[in-house]
C-alpha cells in the first residue's frame, strides 16, 4: 500500500507535531536525525512526512501530492485553497491583532492609514468587513518596525506571548482572529484512503487530549 504522506509546517508547528506523533507511538527517529533530508519516512506508521514552508504545505496538498497537512490557521486565512480542514490540533496558539504605538487612536481622524503587515489577504479582508479603505504595504519580517519607522500607523501581525509589542512601544488595538494549528487533507485523497485518514486523523484528535490511541 502506498504510504500516506503528510506535509508539516516545518519550524515552530514541527516540534509540537512530532511530540503528538510520538504520543501516537509513531517512531520519529527519521524526523529526529533528518539532517538535511526533507521526506523522512515513519516506517511503522506507513506514513512519509515532508516538511515544507507553511504556505507550500497548502500548495503541496491542492495538487494532491501530499494528502494530510499540518498548517497554522494564520497561513489558511492569508492563501485559502481548496481542501479539507477537518481538525484543530490546539498548539501553535496565537492571534492575528492589529497593532501600533502605544496611546495611539487609530481610528481618530479620516485620512487613509496605512496598514503593514506579512497578511495582506487578512488584512484586506479584516478592514473590508469595517467598511474602511486602507493602504497596505506587504513587509516580509519583523513588521514590528513599520509603525516604529514611520512607514504605517499599525501591523496586522501574529501575537503570541505580546513581548515583541510591549518591547518595542507597541500595543494591541484589536483583536483579528484567533490562530492554532490545523489538520487539513487533499479532497481526492479523503475519498481514496477514507478509513485510513480518518482513522490517522481520530487518532491524532485523541492522542491530542491525552486519551488512548487506537
Ligand atoms: N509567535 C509566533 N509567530 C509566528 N507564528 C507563530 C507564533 N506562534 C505560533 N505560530 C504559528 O507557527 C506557524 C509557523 O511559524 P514559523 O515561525 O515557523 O514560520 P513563519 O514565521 O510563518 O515563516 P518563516 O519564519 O519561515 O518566514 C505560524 O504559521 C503560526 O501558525
Ligand atoms: O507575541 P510574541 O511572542 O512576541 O510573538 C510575535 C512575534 O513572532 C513573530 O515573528 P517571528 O519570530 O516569526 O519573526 P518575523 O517577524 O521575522 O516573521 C510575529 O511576526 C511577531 O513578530
Known amino acids: 500500500m502506498k504510504p ?7 519550524g515552530r508547528l514541527e516540534k509540537d507535531t512530532v511530540a503528538l506523533f510520538e504520543t501516537m ?4 527517529t527519521a524526523l529526529h536525525n533528518k539532517g538535511r533530508r526533507l521526506i523522512l ?3 511503522d506508521a506507513n506514513i512519509e512526512v515532508v516538511l515544507a514552508k507553511a504556505a507550500d504545505v497548502i500548495t503541496y496538498i491542492e495538487h494532491g501530492v501530499c494528502d494530510v497537512g499540518v498548517v497554522g490557521k494564520d497561513t489558511i486565512m492569508e492563501y485559502g485553497g481548496s481542501f479539507f480542514e477537518v481538525a484543530d ?3 501553535g496558539a496565537c492571534r492575528f491583532a ?3 504605538k502605544k496611546g495611539d487612536d487609530f481610528y481618530a481622524g479620516y485620512a487613509e492609514k496605512t496598514i ?3 497578511y495582506p489577504n487578512v488584512t484586506r479582508q479584516f478592514f473590508e468587513k469595517k467598511n474602511m479603505d486602507v493602504n497596505i504595504v506587504k513587509i516580509e519580517g519583523s513588521v514590528e518596525l513599520a509603525p516604529l519607522l514611520g512607514l504605517a500607523d499599525a501591523i496586522v501581525d501574529i501575537v503570541e506571548t505580546g513581548s515583541t509589542l510591549r518591547e518595542n512601544g507597541l500595543e494591541v488595538f484589536e483583536e483579528v482572529a484567533p490562530i492554532s494549528a490545523r489538520v487539513i487533507v487533499n479532497t481526492v485523497s479523503m475519498k481514496l484512503d477514507q478509513q485510513t485518514i480518518e ?3 481520530g487518532n491524532m484528535e485523541r492522542a491530542r487530549k491525552g486519551e488512548e490511541v487506537r
Open 25 to 28: 507511538g509513531f517512531d520519529c
Open 89 to 91: 490540533l490546539g498548539f
Open 199 to 201: 482513522t490517522l486523523i
Open 4 to 10: 500516506i504522506r503528510i506535509a508539516l509546517t516545518k
Open 41 to 43: 519516512p515513519i516506517p
Open 116 to 118: 503593514a503587515t506579512k
Open 98 to 100: 492589529l497593532a501600533g
